[in-house]
């Protein structure tokens, strides 16, 4: 605003300038002729206090954006380097107050650079030849310590002044990642190198991606070869298909892993046998990355199992022949001593009646062991039910059989719950009755109930004969299992020593185990494991 008047004094114009006026003009022919000058004045007068206003109110703006920051944000003077501004973010991080810093320039906490360097730097900056820097550095705490920085600097004009602004982010939570990923791909790298089993990396389609020097040496292809190559080349014809049918069971579940056992085909055409653990990787969208495989040579183990099968196979033929052999000549002995003890008792004297009595009862306890060796030798033979067993049924119709046992000891057997198993009825029946028929025997009469049960842990049933009579001595509690031991106790030496090596056979036929435990307060509990 200008005040144009007809009449004035200094007084006058000292209020005019107070109440916002940029001028003050007489009326005169010469004010006339200078006032287009004087409006012009006027008007550049009036965009530098505007100009000025905004850049105020923009530094201030700015100011508290670079403070209420959470990444640190520095301004330092283009030409001098020293420090204008700095926000909270940085001087809580760096631990020096506004007043120290504004005596530093960035040198003074960037120990990494010199002036040359730090210049060079910039240089790009001055020039306009970039309109920003980023680059990494870092930063000296007062306390000497250090943290690394990833810097992004520019040249701005602030308050008609070159300043640089420099945002800096603290990386140190992203370094260490960085550096536990770099370790972790490190020791990736060494397992993968050193590993004796072979480890595979593969596409969803099967090809490979990666493959290590063991896989290398099983297969015996050359590493540039594999890579052109899928896990189903050198997958056996007979098995491709399967193999197809599991890579496909994992792309549609993250959480899978396939254990399997397969044959693999070496570069000469001949066969190896690999224990095979497949499991996918998935990203983030849940789509299927690639598949991770370890791979074992299980071939000696394999050759080894099929020569130990066919022994068994030997083993048990030759039990059943010569339990047949035992049998032929056994079955006479016994029915002559128990004519001749029927048909002469008053003929002869009490000594030979006790002699062909003892003939008699060995006789029996022959026919028994050899009755239990053909059942050790056919457990193998036996084959899987369609369908699963209710256990209840089997060990309900074994009590009618053994009742007048059971009435005779005096022993209250109590039933518990059962799971359902796919195990032979034959084998079922023969767990049961020698762990029963145990039980009745050894623990008859301790006035403790006999309890039968079982239960079910995911793929695998335990079956348990639990009694409350003396118990198994420690140091005998994995022998009883071995076949012909018999405890050192009187009554233990009954049985013929089988029974319980039949179990154990049992068990270990179908991926399980057999083991006793003492009976909480006394006794003995057997438990017997199977999958199925």
């Given at each position: 605003m200008v005040i144009l008047t007809g009449q004035g004094d200094e007084q006058v114009a000292v209020e005019a300038i107070k109440r916002g006026a940029l001028d003050y003009v007489v009326k005169s022919m010469d004010s006339f002729?200078?006032?287009?000058?004087?409006?012009?004045?006027?008007?550049?007068?009036?965009?530098?206090?505007?100009?000025?206003?905004?850049?105020?109110?923009?530094?201030?703006?700015?100011?508290?954006?670079?403070?209420?920051s959470l990444n640190e944000i520095y301004t330092f003077d283009a030409e001098t380097l020293h420090f204008l501004q700095i926000n909270r973010g940085a001087l809580k991080n760096l631990g020096y107050s506004m007043d120290e810093l504004r005596q530093f320039t960035p040198l003074d906490i960037k120990p990494e650079f010199s002036w040359e360097s730090f210049e060079t730097l910039l240089q790009p900056l001055r020039s306009k030849a970039r309109e920003t820097a980023t680059f990494y550095s870092s930063h000296r705490r007062k306390d000497g310590s250090c943290y690394p920085v990833e810097v992004h600097l520019q040249l701005l004009t602030l308050e008609e002044r070159p300043v640089f602004v420099?945002?800096?982010?603290?990386?140190?939570?992203?370094?260490?990642?960085?550096?536990?990923?770099?370790?972790?791909?490190?020791?990736?790298?060494?397992?993968?190198?050193?590993?004796?089993?072979?480890?595979?990396?593969?596409?969803?389609?099967?090809?490979?991606?990666?493959?290590?020097?063991?896989?290398?040496?099983?297969?015996?292809?050359?590493?540039?070869?594999?890579?052109?190559?899928?896990?189903?080349?050198?997958?056996?014809?007979?098995?491709?298909?399967?193999?197809?049918?599991?890579?496909?069971?994992?792309?549609?579940?993250?959480?899978?892993?396939?254990?399997?056992?397969?044959?693999?085909?070496?570069?000469?055409?001949?066969?190896?046998?690999?224990?095979?653990?497949?499991?996918?990787?998935?990203?983030?969208?849940?789509?299927?990355?690639?598949?991770?495989?370890?791979?074992?040579?299980?071939?000696?183990?394999?050759?080894?199992?099929?020569?130990?099968?066919?022994?068994?196979?030997?083993?048990?033929?030759?039990?059943?022949?010569v339990s047949h052999d035992l049998r032929t000549p056994l079955t006479p002995i016994v029915?002559?001593?128990?004519?001749?003890?029927?048909?002469?008792?008053?003929?002869?004297?009490?000594k030979a009646l006790d002699l062909l009595g003892e003939i008699d009862r060995q006789g029996q306890v022959m026919a028994a062991m050899i009755e239990d060796l053909l059942n050790l030798a056919k457990v193998g033979a036996l084959k899987l039910p369609d369908e699963p067993l209710e256990v209840s049924q089997v060990v309900s119709e074994l009590l009618d059989v053994m009742a007048s046992q059971i009435a005779e000891s005096g022993v209250e057997i109590r039933v518990e719950d059962?799971?359902?198993?796919?195990?032979?009825?034959?084998?079922?029946?023969?767990?049961?009755?020698?762990?029963?028929g145990n039980a009745l025997r050894y623990a008859g009469g301790g006035g403790g109930p006999i309890e039968v049960g079982g239960l079910r842990e995911k793929d695998r049933v335990r079956l348990f004969v639990r009694d409350h009579g003396p118990g198994i001595p420690e140091e005998e509690r994995e022998k009883i299992f071995e076949?012909?031991?018999?405890?050192?106790?009187?009554?233990?030496?009954?049985?013929?020593?089988?029974?319980?090596?039949?179990?154990?056979?049992?068990?270990?036929?179908?991926?399980?185990?057999?083991?006793?435990?003492?009976?909480?307060?006394?006794?003995?509990?057997?438990?017997?494991?199977?999958?199925?």
């Open positions: 002729a200078d006032l287009p000058y004087i409006v012009e004045r006027s008007r550049r007068e009036w965009r530098r206090i505007v100009d000025h206003r905004r850049a105020v109110r923009k530094a201030a703006e700015f100011g508290g954006l670079l403070d209420a420099a945002m800096v982010l603290d990386i140190s939570d992203r370094k260490r990642a960085e550096d536990a990923l770099k370790l972790s791909e490190e020791r990736f790298r060494s397992i993968f190198e050193s590993a004796a089993s072979g480890v595979v990396m593969i596409s969803p389609d099967g090809v490979f991606k990666q493959v290590n020097p063991a896989f290398i040496r099983f297969v015996g292809y050359e590493e540039a070869e594999l890579l052109k190559m899928s896990v189903f080349d050198v997958t056996h014809p007979e098995d491709r298909e399967w193999t197809r049918g599991y890579y496909q069971l994992l792309a549609g579940d993250q959480n899978r892993i396939v254990d399997t056992e397969k044959r693999y085909l070496r570069k000469d055409g001949t066969v190896f046998w690999g224990h095979t653990s497949v499991a996918c990787v998935f990203g983030g969208e849940g789509t299927e990355e690639y598949c991770v495989g370890l791979v074992q040579d299980i071939t000696e183990r394999k050759r080894m199992e099929e020569q130990l099968q066919e022994l068994n196979r030997e083993l048990d033929a030759f039990v059943c022949t029915g002559y001593a128990q004519y001749l003890k029927s048909a002469y008792a008053d003929k002869l004297d009490a059962f799971p359902r198993v796919r195990l032979p009825r034959t084998l079922l029946n023969q767990i049961f009755d020698n762990l029963i076949a012909f031991f018999r405890g050192t106790s009187g009554k233990s030496r009954r049985g013929t020593g089988i029974g319980l090596a039949t179990i154990k056979k049992i068990a270990r036929l179908f991926g399980g185990r057999a083991w006793v435990e003492e009976t909480p307060g006394g006794g003995a509990t057997f438990w017997v494991e199977l999958v199925g």
